[in-house]
């Protein structure tokens, strides 16, 4: 039996990256040996983390004034880096969910921070709006998309202050002008890499700002420096992550990624709305296209163990939700296929004929 991957992260990678990794894990580039055990600094991975670095940029259309680095330690690292390195005096947060509220939590430790705008009290069901965000901010930090409750930032504010965001789980998924922030970082669980890897887009002449000392490793500028290479980086991540990053131009870059990720989302949000059993749970206009949420309807709440036993047993996995929110929840990443997604909607036509 074909089995569905929806796991919202580690999560889904194109057969594509899968394959040439596990060459590579057994014969790296000719060389007789593992990708696993080659040094970082030996011309044959020095040029797999160039051209990773050469992809995003291209990819992305990163401007001159931006560098890409590979760091370590997740986006949770980043939330500690983004403060230590942009926050001088104030910054501006919007609390979207769980993530948005550790990264809040991490800046206090470095200035005042001001949380504009927070849908916490209706468990980030949406995205706020209509907030002001104070002129003087050193920045502005949105997580654009929310894979616990499934609401998305479809619309990049225009705030009048730098931005800083966290993309973990769209990074790639839609054209994104980077020009307008400070920083953008992704933890590599999602759109890029297996876990071990963190990408960051800085804008050069924003760093070394801040007037306070930052130790070596949490400055990004030593990683700008140092190309990546200060310290020994994530070796196989990093060439997953080129591997998905030529993927992505095979496939005709990030817009044609936005295209097939907007069909697989309408497929699914429509048999969600459509069908008796189920219901979405945040406000349409701010749904996922990454991290689909939904339950089971008044009516049928006493069906949804079963329901996760029956999806489970046609392949489906990986679609329980999160504690936070329940019910179901299915991450339909870029490696995702409209085969599968169709797959999953069969599964919940067949469930609601059977109830």
Not at 242 to 269: D, R, S
Not at 299 to 323: C, P, Q, T, W
């Amino acid at each position: 039996m074909k089995k569905h991957n929806f796991y919202a992260g580690p999560s889904i990678l194109s057969e594509y990256t899968i394959k040439n990794t596990a060459e590579a894990i057994l014969n790296f580039a000719g060389t007789g040996l593992s990708l696993m055990e080659v040094s970082h600094r030996g011309k044959e991975f020095v040029a797999v983390s160039d051209e990773a670095r050469a992809l995003v940029k291209e990819l992305l259309d990163v401007p001159e004034t931006h560098d890409v680095v590979f760091l370590g330690g997740g986006a949770s690292l980043q939330f500690c880096m983004v403060p230590y390195n942009f926050l001088k005096k104030k910054a501006s947060y919007m609390d979207t969910g769980e993530w948005a509220s550790k990264a809040i939590k991490e800046a206090k430790l470095f200035g005042e921070v001001v949380v504009v705008a927070s849908s916490k009290d209706k468990n980030y069901t949406f995205i706020p709006k209509n907030y002001d965000v104070p002129a003087d901010s050193d920045y502005f930090h949105i997580t654009t998309n929310n894979t616990i409750y499934g609401t998305q930032i479809h619309r990049i504010p225009e705030v009048g202050v730098p931005l800083a965001a966290d993309m973990s789980s769209d990074i790639f998924s839609c054209p994104v002008d980077v020009s307008k922030f400070d920083v953008i970082y992704a933890g590599a669980q999602k759109n890029l890499a297996p876990a071990g890897v963190t990408i960051a887009i800085v804008r050069k002449d924003a760093l070394n700002q801040v007037g306070r000392p930052i130790p070596t490793m949490l400055n990004y500028q030593t990683h700008v420096d140092k190309e990546s290479m200060f310290n020994t980086p994530p070796v196989v991540p990093i060439f997953a992550a080129l591997q998905t990053l030529k993927w992505y131009k095979e496939q005709g870059g990030i817009a044609a990624m936005q295209k097939k990720n907007i069909e697989k989302a309408a497929v699914l949000y429509d048999e969600i709305d459509r069908n008796r059993l189920f219901k979405g749970t945040v406000a349409p206009e701010d749904r996922s296209l990454m991290n689909v949420c939904f339950v089971m309807n008044d009516d049928y709440k006493d069906l949804e163990d079963e329901f996760n036993k029956f999806a489970s047993a046609a392949g489906m996995v990986g679609i329980k939700g999160h504690r936070s929110v329940g019910g179901f929840r299915a991450s339909i990443y870029n490696a995702m296929s409209l085969e599968s997604v169709k797959a999953l909607v069969s599964t919940m036509q067949e469930f609601e004929r059977n109830h």
